[in-house]
T-cell receptor, first 111, second 114 residues
Framework: DAKTTQPTSMDCAEGRAANLPCNHS???????VYWYRQIHSQGPQYIIH???NNETNEMASLIITEDRKSSTLILPHATLRDTAVYYC????????????FGTGTQLKVEL | NAGVTQTPKFQVLKTGQSMTLQCAQD?????MSWYRQDPGMGLRLIHY???????DQGEVPNGYNVSRSTTEDFPLRLLSAAPSQTSVYFC?????????????FGPGTRLTVL
């Protein structure tokens, strides 16, 4: 599975969009980009995933560059409850039971 | 649905003791996994299962045993606990749908080995 690189930490003002980048320059054609988050050492929570098209759901949007070497998770209107560690994971189809977590990005949403 | 449940929430063991961490899911998922998370680090895969009767090792399997006799349950056994196994343990389940799968995690078991 491709290695991903994320900033260690980011800050965001409440109500503003939070844009979390992820580099996955060695991603292969059959690897999806998954995003999970972990709040206060709770179990990780699935956010969104995509292959090459941009994706949106009720939680977030995922923008994947055309060459698929990087992506950005967008939380359109961040709230204090979005403060968490966000993990970007490159994973082959059907490999969800073998996720490889890095150290993620600590997002702090402030007033 | 209760989702993924784990028991106990907290446990303190002495070195050399054995115990079983319980994990159950009520979503009829084929896949189940165990991860451990040490302070300030990401999760690391211990063991996983792709269905009842089938298990395999992950990244850090030493010191742990698993079995999968039913779809719902996936217990993790520590045969002889060591201080290095002090960690938070997460169980997860998932299923293939539409060619991809997403994992659902339990709340975790916080284990301290003295």
């Amino acid at each position: 599975d491709a290695k991903t690189t994320q900033p260690t930490s980011m800050d965001c003002a409440e109500g503003r969009a939070a844009n979390l980048p992820c580099n996955h320059s060695t991603i292969s054609g059959n690897e999806y980009v998954y995003w999970y988050r972990q709040i206060h050492s709770q179990g990780p929570q699935y956010i969104i995933h995509g292959l090459k098209n941009n994706e949106t759901n009720e939680m977030a949007s995922l923008i994947i560059t055309e060459d698929r070497k990087s992506s950005t998770l967008i939380l359109p209107h961040a709230t204090l409850r979005d403060t968490a560690v966000y993990y970007c994971i490159a994973q082959t189809t059907g490999g969800g039971n073998k996720l490889t977590f890095g150290t993620g990005t600590q997002l702090k949403v402030e007033l | 649905n209760a989702g993924v449940t784990q028991t106990p929430k907290f446990q303190v063991l002495k070195t050399g003791q054995s115990m079983t961490l319980q994990c159950a899911q009520d979503m009829n998922h084929e896949y189940m996994s165990w991860y451990r998370q040490d302070p300030g680090m990401g999760l690391r895969l211990i063991h996983y299962s792709v269905g009842a009767g089938i298990t395999d090792q992950g990244e850090v399997p030493n010191g742990y045993n698993v079995s999968r006799s039913t779809t719902e349950d996936f217990p993790l056994r520590l045969l002889s606990a060591a201080p290095s196994q002090t960690s938070v343990y997460f169980c997860a389940s998932s299923e293939l749908r539409g060619g991809t799968d997403t994992q659902y995690f339990g709340p975790g078991t916080r284990l301290t080995v003295l």
